[in-house]
């Protein structure tokens, strides 16, 4: 009888086995794939200019080369969450199998303590009987107990099979799921990769008109870049005027300290950020500046983009060559980002307008956030004046639809240094 109930605690022991669930991992992917889908859905509402000139085309080609990078990277991953799911479902068909066994085997268990039973006590006069010839009265107690345990024993695996079954048809479930979600991911595969295929087409002919043009698309490059030249001149100017007013202010307030017998707390260290950029000339800030531009530091990565609606970034930081053309080559301060029609800037943190000034018949605006400041320029309108207190997200003034194209051009400085706004803005 011990050998039985020491293999009864052994059944036990063996119960708990866990279905599986999805892992973080599958839920982060999906999350982010979601994510970038978002993003490819609304970058198809962005128009499509239908004009032949240079200008248009160029920025056809803008459009249609970020949706394509778009479109890879959602391809990708797709595929990496295929990848993902084809092992949770491995391990979910090997859960299954093990459950199945064990269900096997609780089966074979639970039949042959049934056969013992009934070959030992065939009725419940024979288990009386098997009590009731006990030799004297602690015989008697030790068979009553065998009995009654033997008999929860049993209940015990009939409810421990049920369990099991309830178990398998559960994972049965699950596995069937995550199938059902492959079967579904390749097929969503499968058609980006067609209309990648139709984007891939559409680039290649605008790549062609603009090569014939090649002598037009040089001219058209050149006036860009001479327009994009004055605009940072008088960028620069604009903010070296805000660096001389930041001094004087910090140093009236050193002065005031002084007096008082405060000491000036001092600016945090300049950082070296974008491509190759130098360490950032430093200067003397209020204590309010200083603060706020420890809280836009610890928001990098994670600003609102400074347009509304459904965007795509056009143009990127830096210099670099025009995908397929020969000898165009940009070279952009900032980010060209292109928004839906209608669009309205805003600004990306909380600051305080130091200019709003005009170039071209268009309008620009400079916001400071303590030693940072954000530049918003292809504005047609603003709706804020040198002087206001922004917040995040307030809208600032409405984007320019140039052949209904709302292209905003943003920068980023940190005092007189230059930033790459996409290490900034979030995704």
Same mark, same amino acid.
């Given at each position: 009888?011990?050998?039985?109930?020491?293999?009864?605690?052994? &059944?036990?022991?063996?119960?708990?086995?866990?279905?599986?669930?999805?892992?973080?991992?599958?839920?982060?992917?999906?999350?982010?794939?979601?994510?970038?889908?978002?993003?490819?859905?609304?970058?198809?509402?962005?128009?499509? &200019?239908?004009?032949?000139?240079?200008?248009?085309?160029?920025?056809?080609?803008?459009?249609?080369?970020?949706?394509?990078?778009?479109?890879?990277?959602?391809?990708?991953?797709?595929?990496?969450?295929?990848?993902?799911?084809?092992?949770?479902?491995?391990?979910?068909?090997?859960?299954? +199998?093990?459950?199945?066994? +064990?269900?096997?085997?609780?089966?074979?268990?639970?039949?042959?303590?049934?056969?013992?039973?009934?070959?030992?006590?065939?009725?419940?006069?024979?288990?009386?009987?098997?009590?009731?010839?006990?030799?004297?009265?602690?015989?008697?107690?030790?068979?009553?107990?065998?009995?009654?345990?033997?008999?929860?024993?049993?209940?015990?695996?009939?409810?421990?099979?049920?369990?099991?079954?309830?178990?398998?048809?559960?994972?049965?479930?699950?596995?069937?799921?995550? !199938?059902?979600?492959?079967?579904?991911?390749?097929?969503?595969?499968?058609?980006?990769?067609?209309?990648?295929?139709?984007?891939?087409?559409?680039?290649?002919?605008?790549?062609?008109?603009?090569?014939?043009?090649? &002598?037009?698309?040089?001219?058209?490059?050149?006036?860009?870049?001479?327009?994009?030249?004055?605009?940072?001149?008088?960028?620069?100017?604009?903010?070296?005027?805000?660096?001389?007013?930041?001094?004087?202010?910090?140093?009236?307030?050193?002065?005031?300290?002084?007096?008082?017998?405060?000491?000036?707390?001092?600016?945090?260290?300049? +950082?070296?950020?974008?491509?190759?950029?130098?360490?950032?000339?430093?200067?003397?800030?209020?204590?309010?500046?200083?603060?706020?531009?420890?809280?836009?530091?610890?928001?990098?990565?994670?600003?609102?983009?400074?347009?509304?609606?459904?965007?795509?970034?056009? &143009?990127?930081?830096?210099?670099?060559?025009?995908?397929?053309?020969?000898?165009?080559?940009?070279?952009?301060?900032?980010?060209?980002? !292109?928004?839906?029609?209608?669009?309205?800037?805003?600004?990306?943190?909380?600051?305080?307008?130091?200019?709003?000034?005009?170039?071209?018949?268009?309008?620009?605006?400079?916001?400071?956030?303590?030693?940072?400041?954000?530049?918003?320029?292809?504005?047609?309108?603003?709706?804020?004046?040198?002087?206001?207190?922004?917040?995040?997200?307030?809208?600032?003034?409405?984007?320019?639809?140039?052949?209904?194209?709302?292209?905003?051009?943003?920068?980023?400085?940190?005092?007189?240094?230059?930033?790459?706004?996409?290490?900034?803005?979030?995704?």
């Amino acid at each position: 009888m011990k050998r039985f109930f020491l293999h009864l605690a052994i &059944s036990c022991a063996c119960i708990a086995t866990t279905i599986a669930q999805p892992s973080g991992k599958i839920k982060e992917l999906e999350k982010e794939r979601l994510a970038l889908q978002k993003q490819i859905t609304e970058s198809e509402t962005l128009l499509l &200019s239908a004009k032949k000139d240079i200008s248009s085309q160029l920025g056809n080609l803008a459009l249609v080369t970020n949706q394509i990078e778009e479109r890879r990277t959602y391809i990708q991953a797709i595929e990496t969450d295929i990848k993902a799911l084809g092992e949770e479902i491995q391990n979910a068909q090997h859960q299954l +199998e093990t459950l199945n066994k +064990e269900l096997d085997n609780r089966k074979k268990n639970y039949a042959a303590s049934l056969q013992y039973m009934q070959f030992n006590n065939r009725s419940a006069t024979g288990k009386l009987m098997f009590i009731l010839s006990a030799k004297d009265f602690n015989q008697m107690y030790r068979r009553l107990r065998y009995v009654r345990e033997y008999a929860e024993y049993q209940q015990m695996q009939g409810k421990e099979i049920e369990k099991k079954q309830k178990q398998i048809t559960q994972q049965q479930q699950e596995l069937k799921k995550k !199938q059902q979600t492959k079967t579904n991911l390749l097929q969503q595969n499968e058609t980006e990769k067609q209309k990648l295929e139709k984007q891939e087409e559409q680039e290649k002919n605008i790549l062609n008109n603009l090569k014939k043009r090649q &002598s037009a698309l040089q001219k058209e490059i050149n006036k860009k870049r001479k327009q994009a030249q004055q605009l940072n001149a008088q960028i620069d100017k604009l903010i070296e005027v805000e660096i001389a007013n930041a001094k004087k202010k910090a140093e009236a307030e050193t002065k005031r300290e002084t007096a008082t017998g405060k000491k000036q707390a001092q600016p945090s260290q300049a +950082e070296k950020t974008g491509k190759g950029n130098a360490p950032v000339e430093t200067y003397a800030i209020s204590k309010n500046d200083l603060q706020l531009s420890s809280n836009f530091e610890k928001n990098k990565g994670l600003l609102p983009a400074p347009i509304t609606g459904p965007y795509l970034i056009v &143009s990127h930081y830096g210099q670099y060559n025009v995908k397929g053309l020969k000898n165009v080559q940009l070279d952009n301060k900032g980010i060209d980002i !292109q928004g839906k029609e209608g669009a309205m800037a805003r600004a990306i943190f909380n600051g305080e307008v130091s200019a709003v000034f005009q170039y071209n018949g268009l309008t620009g605006i400079l916001i400071r956030h303590g030693n940072y400041i954000s530049v918003y320029c292809n504005l047609s309108s603003a709706t804020v004046s040198k002087g206001d207190k922004v917040e995040t997200k307030d809208i600032i003034g409405e984007v320019y639809p140039e052949d209904g194209r709302p292209i905003l051009h943003f920068q980023l400085r940190k005092e007189t240094t230059k930033l790459n706004p996409e290490y900034w803005i979030g995704k």
